[in-house]
């Protein structure tokens, strides 16, 4: 069965630096997701993606953070300068299309990020 | 975003039917009723979906109300396995489909 798949598993970066966080959605998918999920709270939102371009952000994602889609497999997340409260489990995750609400998402197992 | 309410925590016997309830009197015509899952440690997992009509995939059902202001997904008999937070959320048209999680039910399954 299809899955999508994140790297690394585990992250742990100081204060300051950078960190790219990479997916490889499902191969059909056309659609991509960034959530974030801080231990011990909901999962929220970040950003979805489109044909190249951002589809939808939230006020979470500020100008730290950008995504691309850089060949035909893989999907990233970059956080230009790190800050201790980035510390959270990033989940990618891809749908084959969207825009009706009719199309189930598939997570990956996420990347666990830690800044210290 | 319309808004959905599910009890905090449910608890089951293992090999028993569970009915994890949720309220969306809200709800939009075009609104998409999802539901989702998290096991310890994991991503969240798709479980079913459905518009108007009950849906059954080989994971669960999912009983939706005649006016659609609340819904019911069955697990027909919970495993150990089960043991996750369960996510309704409602999907709207137009919205490139951003999941909004709230805090969920949890499952507790016991032997």
């Known amino acids: 069965e299809p899955e999508v798949t994140q790297t690394p598993s585990h992250q742990v970066t100081q204060m300051g630096q950078e960190v790219i966080l990479r997916c490889v959605p499902i191969?059909?998918?056309?659609?991509f997701y960034w959530y974030r999920q801080i231990l011990g709270q909901k999962v929220e939102f970040l950003v979805s993606?489109?044909?190249?371009?951002?589809?939808?952000k939230s006020e979470i994602f500020d100008d730290q953070f950008s995504v691309e889609r850089p060949d035909g497999s893989n999907f990233t997340l970059k956080i230009r300068s790190t800050k201790l409260e980035d510390s959270a489990m990033y989940f990618c995750a891809s749908s084959a299309a969207s825009g009706t609400g009719a199309y189930e998402q598939y997570f990956g197992p996420g990347t666990r990020l830690t800044v210290t | 975003d319309a808004k959905t309410t599910q009890p905090n925590s449910m608890e089951s016997n293992e090999e028993e039917p569970v009915h994890l309830p949720c309220n969306h009197s809200?709800?939009?015509?075009?609104?998409?009723i999802h539901w989702y899952r998290q096991l310890p440690s994991q991503g969240p997992e798709y479980v079913i979906h459905?518009?108007?009509s009950n849906v059954n995939n080989r994971m669960a059902s999912l009983a939706i109300a005649e006016d659609r202001k609340s819904s019911t997904l069955i697990l027909h008999r919970a495993t150990l396995r089960d043991a996750a937070v369960y996510y309704c959320?409602?999907?709207?048209?137009?919205?490139?489909?951003?999941?909004?999680f709230g805090t969920g039910t949890r499952l507790q399954v016991t032997l």
């Open positions: 191969s059909n998918h056309l659609y």
């Open positions: 809200t709800i939009s015509g075009t609104d998409y």
């Open positions: 993606f489109y044909n190249n371009e951002i589809s939808e």
């Open positions: 959320i409602l999907l709207s048209i137009g919205t490139a489909s951003k999941l909004t």
């Open positions: 459905g518009l108007t």
